[in-house]
Nanobody, 123 residues
Framework: QVQLVESGGGLVQTGGSLRLSCAAS????????MGWFRQAPGKEREFVAA????????GYADSVKGRFTISRDNTKNTVYLQMNGLKPEDTAVYYC????????????????WGKGTLVTVSS
């Protein structure tokens, strides 16, 4: 069983930055690929970014490339999402996800999900 707890959301102005964190309660965090997803009001949940168990492989949605950076610290059982150049369309609940199979994270069907943290970008 993997428990994921997101933090770091909040209200920020257009062009601002936030760093989201996701702490995982699991014995072997380094065995899991991790990802970030988001769901805006009235829209379906969408993929944002993913990182392999080692951190050596990264993937991003086109909408966030060059602005968001995913990283992980396996000594702290934590994955991060650094978000720069925020836009109003980035407003959403951001979810952390985990799976031992990286492809399922990218496909949006990981086994484990956090409860989300709200990011609001004001114009």
């Amino acid at each position: 069983q993997v428990q994921l707890v997101e933090s770091g959301g909040g209200l920020v102005q257009t062009g601002g930055s936030l760093r989201l964190s996701c702490a995982a309660s699991v014995r072997t965090f380094s065995a899991y690929a991790m990802g970030w997803f988001r769901q805006a009001p009235g829209k379906e949940r969408e993929f944002v970014a993913a990182i392999s168990w080692s951190g050596g492989r990264l993937g991003y949605a086109d909408s966030v490339k060059g602005r968001f950076t995913i990283s992980r610290d396996n000594t702290k059982n934590t994955v991060y999402l650094q978000m720069n150049g925020l836009k109003p369309e980035d407003t959403a609940v951001y979810y952390c996800a985990a799976d031992q199979v990286g492809s399922t994270v990218v496909a949006g069907t990981p086994n484990y999900w956090g409860k989300g943290t709200l990011v609001t970008v004001s114009s």
